[in-house]
């Protein structure tokens, strides 16, 4: 199976995005950062290796993530634009939430973190990675903004939604270790 194929598989969200020039650039985010990081599986790469150490989940991997984030952004925004009329650009979250994490692949040389990871961190280099893509600045805000790790906010409702899906999302991985979401910190 070509890794285009095995991308294709692991994350059958990208049929969600209408644009085909948009889906093209995903997967071009996605086969670029593999790619270049030379990783053997797609399929069992981790989800969050330090996290995973702590908590003693060795089994969670990012491409399930990833699709826990994209369901759950998915399932936000409908609510919101069927109840509110928010005026949420599905393409744009969809594209975004299946990015927010693939600079991760950078992060990590198994469970040692490289320079990438040590020095600069995913949600930054996520911008180099989708941007070289030829995604636009709206995808890369939703990249940046969607966790802690820096000190942007979302600016906008697609990015509001990614980074609550991805508190979600990981939330329910923790869940698997804890009772109490306080001690997983
Ligand atoms: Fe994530």
């Known amino acids: 199976m070509t890794i285009e194929t095995e991308l294709d598989e692991l994350l059958p969200e990208l049929d969600l995005i209408e644009d085909p020039d948009l889906r093209a650039g995903v997967r071009e985010a996605w086969l670029s950062a593999i790619e270049e990081t030379e990783i053997e599986s797609l399929e069992t790469l981790?989800?969050?290796?330090?996290?995973q150490r702590k908590l003693d989940l060795p089994n969670e991997t990012l491409l399930s993530h990833v699709r826990d984030v994209t369901g759950c952004a998915v399932a936000l925004a409908e609510t919101l634009s069927g109840r509110r009329g928010a005026e949420i650009n599905m393409d744009t979250l969809v594209a975004g939430a299946l990015v927010h994490d693939v600079s991760k692949l950078y992060e990590f040389d198994g469970t040692d973190?490289?320079?990438v990871g040590a020095l600069l961190g995913?949600?930054?280099?996520?911008?180099h990675?989708?941007?070289?893509?030829g995604l636009s600045v709206e995808i890369a805000h939703?990249?940046?903004a969607h966790t802690r790790r820096t000190n942007?906010?979302?600016?906008?409702?697609?990015?509001?939604?990614?980074?609550?899906?991805?508190?979600?999302?990981?939330?329910a991985i923790r869940l698997e270790a804890v009772s109490d979401l306080r001690d997983a910190v």
């Open 152 to 171: 942007v906010e979302p600016a906008t409702i697609e990015a509001a939604i990614v980074r609550r899906a991805d508190e979600a999302a990981a939330a």
């Open 46 to 51: 981790p989800w969050f290796p330090p996290v």
């Open 129 to 133: 990675v989708v941007a070289r893509a």
């Open 122 to 127: 995913h949600p930054y280099y996520g911008v």
């Open 113 to 115: 973190a490289t320079p």
């Open 142 to 144: 939703i990249v940046l």
